[in-house]
């Protein structure tokens, strides 16, 4: 199996486990110290902040032309973003350790840097439960938990979260954003914390992807009671929530997203159209170079006939759309591919769940959930903390 198979494949245990699913083994962990800049992947202004890093991206059209597009951050930003990343840490143990190792420094970069141009960023790290722990689970021999608390992922990001509010909000917006285990962290975090209390007016949105955060049949809302469903990128006090699958591979009856319990569905929010159903292009980052770590997903060739170029991202105009759909009792975020044999840019790209050279449709595009439409959610963003700011006058 692979080590992309595992990944994916570790997701619903993370989230299990983040959620409570597992038995607390041992006495509470010691908690951290998030006064401390160590503490935190990503800190706008502070050394070491780990999202301020290149973002530059080559912008390929269908004709094969290319050009360079540069980013730049707004240190000085009216609002704020607090992510929570999804699973990936190497570390050893059952929980990752407080140090920011290749994985948590490459998330950043794919799914929260680029956030930077619209508002001040908050990441912290947090003790997740591990890949290593993960692999060794879904293989049948799972590690020792003796002494391992699961509720130390949450009490981080709770912990995390309640040192920002006090130290560093100031009476600014917010949008919280996470993937996959991240996004079940912050699903606890605004259910107990945030829904329906007085911190609410400070968020601006959530943006939960990769997850099946449940709705009620035929409401905006579901197991968050007063945080509806975004329709429109004017609308704050909302959720953008979404898992993406391919229109040729739509989930099978085994997939762990895309469906909520009884008499709910799962939330499906297009950030390329946020109208209930809007279809909509996606303005998509890339990583550029082997996107999915991998041997089994082979580098995508931009251009053919050409080499691939040297900056981090690739944006690919006209290549990717989609919209929600509810199709065989699931709802979730359909995208198409526009692939033309005749034009010279690529046909097609990485995302996909892959061992042995098969593809895992139960997982659908979750390794790419955010790259897919990053663009389209930076400006939604944007046009959030205009909305937002105007309501505070």
Known sequence: MSRTMLRALAVSAALAMAAGGAQAQGPASAKNDYSKPETWLCWTGKPGDACAIDMTTTVVKADGSESVEAFKADPKAPIDCFYVYPTVSNDPGVLSDMHADAEELGVVKAQLARFGSKCRIYAPLYRQFTLTALRARMTGKPMDMTGVRAETTYDDVLDAWNYYLAHENKGRGVVLIGHSQGSGLLTQLIAKEIDGKPVQAKVVSAILMGTRLPLDKGKDTGLFKSIPLCKSASQTGCVIAYASFRDTIPPPANSLFGKAGENQIAACANPANLAPGGK?????????????????????????????????????????????????????????????????????????????????ASWGLHLIDANLAMGNLVDIVGAESKAYLAKKK
């Open 280 to 360: 909509g292009e996606f303005h998509a980052y890339l990583s550029n170079g082997a996107q999915i770590a991998s041997s089994s997903a082979p580098t995508v060739t931009w251009v053919k006939g050409k080499p691939n170029p040297k900056t981090p991202f690739v944006s690919v105009p006209g290549l990717l759309s989609g919209q929600c759909v509810e199709k065989n009792g699931f709802s979730y975020l359909e995208v198409h591919v526009a692939g033309n044999p005749a034009d010279p840019r690529t046909d097609d790209i990485n995302g996909d769940v892959v061992a042995g050279g098969q593809v895992n």
